[in-house]
């Protein structure tokens, strides 16, 4: 089994920067693909970025695309989101997740294990 705790979420400015943190304990997480997701007031769940249990290979949602970054840390299990030149359509819940085996990317039916989710809110 496999449990995520997410972290780093805040208040900042439009243009500024964060950067997420998750936090994976199991005993084959680094075997896991990872992703994050985000859920804003009144809307469905999307998908954001994921990465590959080596950390080689991403993908990224276009809004995002150019602005945030994955990676993870296999040695710490951690997985991280920085994010940069923000804007207030990303305000919105941000949700860490695992997933055993990744045929699709970006669908959330590929990911097992979730987070409890961190918020993250932009100004202006």
């Known amino acids: 089994q496999v449990q995520l705790v997410e972290s780093g979420g805040g208040l900042v400015q439009a243009g500024g920067s964060l950067r997420l943190s998750c936090a994976a304990s199991?005993?084959?997480?680094?075997?896991?693909?990872m992703g994050w997701f985000r859920q804003a007031p009144g809307k469905e769940r999307e998908f954001v970025a994921a990465?590959?249990?080596?950390?080689?290979?991403?993908n990224y949602a276009d809004s995002v695309k150019g602005r945030f970054t994955i990676s993870r840390d296999n040695a710490r299990n951690r997985v991280y989101l920085q994010m940069n030149s923000l804007k207030s359509e990303d305000t919105a819940v941000y949700y860490c997740?695992?997933?055993?085996?990744?045929?699709?990317?970006?669908?959330?039916?590929?990911?097992?294990?979730w987070g409890q989710g961190t918020q993250v809110t932009v100004s202006s």
């Open positions: 990465v590959d249990w080596s950390g080689t290979m991403t």
């Open positions: 199991g005993r084959t997480v680094n075997s896991h693909a």
């Open positions: 997740a695992a997933a055993p085996a990744l045929d699709n990317w970006s669908d959330e039916r590929n990911y097992d294990f």
